[in-house]
């Protein structure tokens, strides 16, 4: 399985499944990181902690234990 | 005239704010604290027949309860008393937005959407068809821009509009197999003529029933009806699970809404040209690089305090010359000696001391209200959360922990944006450590007083910095001991960066001076008079006369020191003490110099034996291991009831303790002067840790919803207060 942690910068992937509990899951989705949805990761910081990813008109910030739970294939 | 109510619903940054501001106009009051939204605000507009109230709902991405802030915002949705909901959204960011608006839709409550930014929209060659998209709904929707003021009475005679006319449910449409199997629970529904409590539809009962949610399911586990309803439903889910593939509801919602707003997004939304949409990201390229970011962000932070201080410094020394005019020009026009000691050392000495702190604040506020709505402030969490981390704190803290530099009140409420109930009881202990802007004027005071003009602003930074410093230290220290428990994930939307709209600026800056000046002008007043008179009653005659006596003597001397060299001294100057016996001196200067040092005894003395010396002395022994004398002491006992008290309680103490000459007018100076660098640096790291005031207190056992918490609060400030003193004092002596 590949994950979102490990997706390089300015690299674009498709969310396939997310596998985090109920209320995490939620937040993910309504943030708009839905599956089949196109991301982007952009930054990350530098002791690799936390990640900026874009989809579509927005930002979303992750820590990299939140992007491990978020199953991704490359385009 | 009729009241209508209206609910403000959106997701973070869509301009909720300022959408009312451009609504109401100048009849906008909205209690609103620098930064986030938290408490619900509200504004009034009267228009012909109809007085509107806007109620500024914390904004909010989807209507589950994610964090205690956005639950007030579901809270009110669901249980509330409003007229209408006035969607706003983002015209620029529709798809997510639509997300929360299909959920708003579920509520079947009136509705009307804003579309605004408009302006940016039109910029980013974002056209959205509203026409088609009121018809799709069934809502109307407006574009309006609250930057502009386009279309805002459009938006009102929509609002009033839908008001007057009654509810036409909103289209929401979920794919043919979902409401297939919403057809079929709605049709049992009615063939038994069930009615809920609440007045929810019965498609609405389908839909909450379907989406699995509690409050609908409490609802109707009650009713005897269940036992025939429950197979059906089972049956139902099971049918949308097999179609959907999938077994967890939430993605189940989840598909069906983005299917809904893409569908919507596809009808409505044309987008010509990609111009200007990457400038946030080329700006973020730069703001949260790995390696510049932090520098980056640190010298942002060094700029401000240093421009709160270089900045404020100027018209702080007109304020202090105009208080001190005034002083000078009603103590002269007043001649009972009583009330001109009250106007001229109470009320003009202690509120002067506090006004005058007042340019500082309001760029304070200025700053946090700037990195709140450029949208730099979730970077900062982004760029800081890797550190944060390590102290058992979470990205999001930073948000309350800025607030905290403002004040800890609306900082204790922005905790709410943190979901874990540990962590955000853990931030909202160590926001104490985020000196607020009412222990300010005691920073600017004293690093003024004890630092070169050219150093005084970094040595408020470091104050602000070390006490940063020492609460992540805390935060460490409670987390392993006190607040053990799994970490809050970390999920944030990195706004785009906007400018503010100076009105915004200027309105969140005014409303915090008017607040201040408001405290200053009641409460501090009130602080002043109580200390005055604490401190200047009950009279002692005896010493007054005694010492009185005794100057007389010495300024016959002095008289009689000019035709004879030596005089014998009489009698009665023989019976002061050593250090005017000494005084026998034949130089007039001395004499001089001895008569002040009599009057500086005099007052000291005096003070000693009132109400408030007497409370001094009672105290001193807990404040001496501290270096702090009992004004001091006093000082700090009385900033419980806010800090700006500290520098009003030590204007009057020693303006009323010391003779105050022309050459040493400045409060500044005495402190300088009567103070030592070690006692001085002890009470500043005092003032930095112990409890933040008592309105904040309250608020954080609100907040808090435990007094077993507050109590801690209350012991673990206090402690840390202390013992951190008492090792800064030791140290800067040994040092010195
Ligand atoms: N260009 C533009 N900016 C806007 C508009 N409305 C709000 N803003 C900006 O968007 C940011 C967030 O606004 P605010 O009212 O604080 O959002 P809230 O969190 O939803 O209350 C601020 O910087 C505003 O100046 C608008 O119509 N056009």
């Known amino acids: ?75 | 005239m009729k009241k209508i109510v209206i609910a403000l619903v959106g997701q973070p940054n869509v301009g909720k704010s300022h959408l009312a501001n451009a609504i109401s106009g100048s009849n906008l009051k909205i209690g609103n604290f620098a930064g986030v939204t938290v408490e619900k605000a509200t504004a009034r507009l009267s228009t012909e027949d109809f007085a509107i109230e806007f109620i500024d709902l914390p904004g909010l991405y989807s209507l589950e309860d994610f964090s205690a802030d956005e639950k007030v915002t579901k809270d009110f949705l669901l249980t509330g008393e409003y007229d209408l909901i006035l969607n706003v959204i983002d015209s620029t960011n529709l798809d997510r937005n639509l997300m929360l608006t299909t959920e708003l839709m579920e509520l079947q409550k009136k509705m009307v959407i804003a579309l605004n930014m408009d302006d940016e929209a039109i910029k980013e060659g974002i056209n959205i068809n509203s026409d088609a998209m009121s018809k799709i709904l069934s809502i109307p929707c407006v574009r309006v821009s609250s930057k502009l003021k386009t279309n805002i009475d459009l938006l009102v005679k929509q609002i009033l509009h839908v008001t007057k006319n009654s509810l036409v449910t909103p289209k929401l449409v979920y794919s043919d197999e979902v409401e297939e199997q919403l057809q079929t629970i709605v049709r049992f529904l009615d063939d038994k003529h069930f009615r809920s409590p609440n007045s929810l539809s019965n498609r609405q009962i389908a839909v909450g029933l379907l989406w699995q949610k509690k409050e609908i399911y409490a609802l109707m586990h009650e009713q005897p009806l269940y036992i025939e309803l429950q197979p059906l439903l089972n049956n139902a889910l099971g049918h949308v699970y097999m179609y959907c593939q999938c077994d967890d509801i939430e993605e189940v919602i989840n598909r069906q809404h983005t299917a809904f707003a893409a569908g919507l997004g596809a009808e409505v939304l044309s987008v010509s040209k990609v111009k200007n949409r990457n400038l946030t990201q080329k700006i973020d390229t730069l703001l949260i690089h790995k390696l510049f970011g932090l520098p980056i962000f640190i010298f942002l932070m060094w700029g401000l305090f240093q421009l709160t201080f270089t900045l404020g410094e100027i018209p702080m020394g007109w304020i202090e010359d105009t208080f001190g005019w005034l002083g000078e020009t009603i103590g002269e026009s007043i001649t009972n000696e009583a009330l001109k000691s009250l106007i001229v050392d109470g009320i003009i000495a202690g509120v002067g001391s506090v006004i005058m702190f007042l340019p500082n604040i309001m760029i304070l506020f200025l700053g946090i209200a700037l990195l709140e709505t450029t949208g730099y402030m979730s970077r900062a969490a982004f760029l800081l959360d890797g550190f944060f981390h390590k102290f058992g704190l979470h990205g999001k803290s930073f948000v309350p922990l800025v607030t905290g530099f403002g004040c800890s009140v609306p900082a204790y409420m922005a905790a709410r944006t943190l979901k874990n109930k540990k962590d955000r009881l853990l931030t909202m202990f160590i926001i104490g450590f985020m000196s607020c802007g009412a222990r300010l004027p005691v920073y600017v005071l004293f690093a003024g007083a004890f630092f070169e003009e050219s150093m005084a602003g970094n040595a408020l930074f470091a104050i602000y910095i070390i006490g940063a410093l020492m609460g992540l230290i805390a935060a460490k220290i409670l987390r392993v001991t006190a607040f053990k428990g799994e970490d809050e994930p970390f999920v944030m939307e990195m706004p785009k960066y906007r400018l503010p709209s100076l009105k915004l600026l200027w309105f969140v800056v005014y409303s915090k001076s008017i607040m201040y000046i408001k405290k200053a002008g009641t409460f501090i007043l009130l602080a002043s008079m109580l200390i005055w008179f604490i401190s200047s009653y009950p009279k002692n005659i005896l010493i007054e006369e005694e010492y009185a006596t005794k100057i007389e003597a010495l300024q016959a001397q002095l008289e009689e020191a000019a035709p004879a060299e030596k005089t014998e001294a009489d009698s009665e100057a023989k019976a002061i003490e050593e250090a005017t016996a000494n005084a026998e001196i034949k130089e007039p200067a001395s004499i001089e110099d001895a008569i002040a040092a009599l009057e500086n005894e005099k007052h000291e003395k005096l003070v000693e034996r009132t109400y408030l010396g007497i409370m001094g002395k009672a105290i001193e022994p807990a404040f001496a291991p501290l270096g702090f004398d009992w004004k001091m002491g006093v000082a700090t006992l009385s900033g419980l009831a806010a800090k700006e008290v500290i520098v009003s309680t030590l204007g009057v103490l020693y303006s009323l303790g010391d003779e105050v000459t022309e050459e040493d007018t400045s409060l500044r100076e005495i402190i300088a002067s009567n103070i030592s660098l070690a006692s001085a640096m002890a009470f500043i790291v005092f003032v930095m840790v112990y409890l933040p005031c008592l309105a904040a207190t309250a608020v954080f056992a609100k907040e808090a919803e435990s007094l077993k918490y507050t109590v801690y609060l209350v012991i673990f400030t206090f402690a840390t207060a202390w013992i951190l003193a008492f090792i800064t004092y030791n140290i800067v002596n040994l040092l010195a």
């Open chain 1, 1 to 75: 399985m590949v994950d979102l942690s490990q997706i390089n910068k300015n690299q674009k992937v498709l969310i396939k499944q997310i596998h985090a509990q109920n209320t995490l899951k939620k937040r993910l989705f309504s943030l708009g990181l839905g599956v089949g949805k196109e991301v982007e990761v952009v930054e990350t910081s530098l002791q690799k902690n936390t990640i900026k990813v874009a989809l579509g008109f927005s930002a979303v910030a992750l820590r990299f234990d939140e992007a491990k739970m978020i199953e991704v294939e490359a385009r």
